[in-house]
């Protein structure tokens, strides 16, 4: 046991270099990925969520946008990402005459529009799950849908779907792991190719499941501490000069 | 007195469900006109249908001498003509000083100084300026009610809808929402107004309109309407109000 652990520790100061670069790129790729899905989530909500026009060109091009997502969300959801990543990296060589894109680039893409199709499941909910009363309340005022949904709706729904987004976030985490198929040098590929050079392929592999155990835990907590954050104190000043009327941009 | 609103054989259908069947009437300014009638009877409708929250099947709907049904920019005819709800509908994400100041800054551009002191000044005539920092959701519902009239009063609009602002209250907050209506009266804002408070439609209308089964049935004055219905619907109507 004490050798085991000794050559845990063993192999991870020796080859620190390579995790420490292993967990860089999954976590840029794995944060911003869920930041630009989060963003794809949002367009496509706010889109999804316009009411029907009396002007019938807009009507039907609603509808077909509308499709569109539609379908870009079946697919991405119904497919892993293991086969998407293969999917676009040769596909697009395919196209290119063998050129292909570049690695980490390449793996931030394939997260974003994965985890946007998710995203747009979770905010379309989001939004429909606020009261109709603050879309009237909003529209009686005389507010339009875009700032309806800029300053009453999406500050609600993204309080709503914090969780899920850190959800997507910790899968995403875990799920970059499968860019390695393509080559992408995120924490997985270095302890594939540390075990390789270790032949401790058990140890080696622990090391790799320690760091992203710590890595999801951190968040989850982090971004559980935000929620309460922004959820703020139970009781109210009373005081008119302490007012803070934050205005957003 | 002029003529503001004019609603003109004004219709709306849910499905096969006719809702409203060709209602007419109009408002002049300083009206204050209360409108009453049984659950059902498409008070509600008639109210969302003025505000464009529901598209009218038929008619039309006649503002300052403008079809509104035909207009182009309906957020700017909602800034001028503003609905109370009875469910309050403020921002559950805002502050009630922000609550209030939204539509300035937003729909008016209004900038944030003079946004904010109009928001106070509203807010004080309301009663709720000791309550600016606090979030809806730490009010009661009369507080609320308030701060929803001050929001709506801060876009100083020609007209004000109000839909049983009173039914989703506790009967002893009911007071100090009609109260601050009764003050709204007095300054001679022009205001719609759906209730089931009897005493309150006869002290501060000076017309009342009764709707039955998605038709206005009769209409008049408080004293012809309370004092002497000619309708036997309208007889039915108050007498099982007052025995209640
Ligand atoms: N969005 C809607 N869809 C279908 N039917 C509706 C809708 N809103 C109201 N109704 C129907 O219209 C009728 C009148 O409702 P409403 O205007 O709310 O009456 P009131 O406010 O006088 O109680 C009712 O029968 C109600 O079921
Ligand atoms: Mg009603």
């Known amino acids: 046991m004490v050798e085991f652990i000794k050559e845990v520790i063993n192999i991870f100061t020796e080859y620190r270099g390579y995790f420490l670069q292993g967990i860089g790129y999954t976590m840029l790729i794995a944060l911003s990925g869920t930041v630009i899905g989060l963003v794809i989530g949002l367009i496509t909500g706010i889109i999804r969520t316009i009411p029907t026009s009396k002007n019938p060109i807009i009507r039907i091009l ?6 569109v997502i539609s379908i870009y969300v079946e697919v991405f959801r119904g497919t892993p990402m293991m086969v998407q990543s293969m999917v676009i990296f ?7 005459n063998g050129a292909t894109l570049p690695l980490i680039p390449a793996g931030i893409f394939i997260v974003s529009i994965n985890t946007g199709a998710y995203m747009a499941e979770i905010v379309r909910g989001g939004i429909i799950s606020i009261d109709k009363g603050q879309f009237e309340g909003a529209y009686s005022i005389g507010m339009n849908h875009w700032q309806t949904m800029l300053h009453v709706i999406i500050p609600q729904t993204m309080r709503n779907i914090l969780p ?19 080559g992408v040098t995120e924490l997985y590929f270095f302890t594939a190719k540390i075990s390789k050079m270790t032949w401790s392929i058990f140890e080696t592999y622990v090391v790799a499941c320690v760091i992203y155990f710590i890595l999801t835990f951190t968040i989850t907590r982090l971004l559980r501490f935000i929620e309460h954050k922004i959820d703020g104190p139970s009781s109210y000043s009373m005081n008119i000069d302490e007012d803070d009327v934050k205005e957003d941009r | ?22 209602i007419n009437f109009s408002v002049n300014t300083g009206d204050v006109t209360c409108i009453i009638g049984a659950s059902g009877s498409g008070k509600s409708t008639m109210l969302r249908c003025i505000n464009l929250l529901e598209e009218p099947t038929g008619g039309e709907i006649v503002y300052n001498g403008q079809n509104i049904l035909e207009t182009k920019n309906i957020p700017a005819y909602r800034a001028k003509v503003e ?4 469910s309050f509908n403020l921002f559950d994400n805002m502050t009630v000083l922000k609550n209030c100041m939204i539509g300035l800054r937003k729909v008016l551009k209004v900038d944030k100084e003079t946004a904010k002191k109009e928001a ?4 004080e005539k309301v009663g709720m300026l000791p309550f600016i920092n606090a979030k809806p959701r730490q009010l009661s519902g009369g ?18 809808l109000f839909d049983e602002p009173t039914s989703a209250l506790d009967p002893q907050m009911v007071g100090e929402v009609l109260e601050v209506i009764k003050k709204l009266a007095a300054e001679g804002l022009t205001m719609i107004i759906v209730t089931h408070e009897m005493a309150f439609a006869r002290d501060v209308s000076n017309h009342v309109v009764f709707m039955h089964n998605g038709v206005i049935c009769e209409e008049g004055t408080p004293e012809e309407i309370f004092k002497n219905p000619q309708k036997q619907e309208t007889k039915d109507f108050l007498s099982r109000f007052m025995n209640n």
Do not use: C
Request: glycine share 4%; no cysteine.
């Open chain 1, 62 to 67: 609603l509808k077909i946008v509308n499709a």
């Open chain 1, 90 to 96: 040769w596909g697009y060589a395919f196209m290119n």
């Open chain 1, 164 to 182: 899920a987004i850190s959800n997507e976030f910790v899968i995403n985490i875990k799920d970059t792991s499968v860019l390695n198929v393509i």
């Open chain 2, 1 to 22: 007195m002029s003529k503001i609103i004019s609603v003109n054989g004004l219709k709306k259908s849910f499905g096969k469900n006719e809702v409203l069947k060709d």
């Open chain 2, 83 to 86: 609905m109370v709800f009875q």
């Open chain 2, 120 to 123: 106070m000044f509203y807010l």
């Open chain 2, 143 to 160: 507080q609320k009610q308030r701060v929803a009239i001050a929001r709506a009063l801060a876009m100083k609009p020609d007209v004000i």
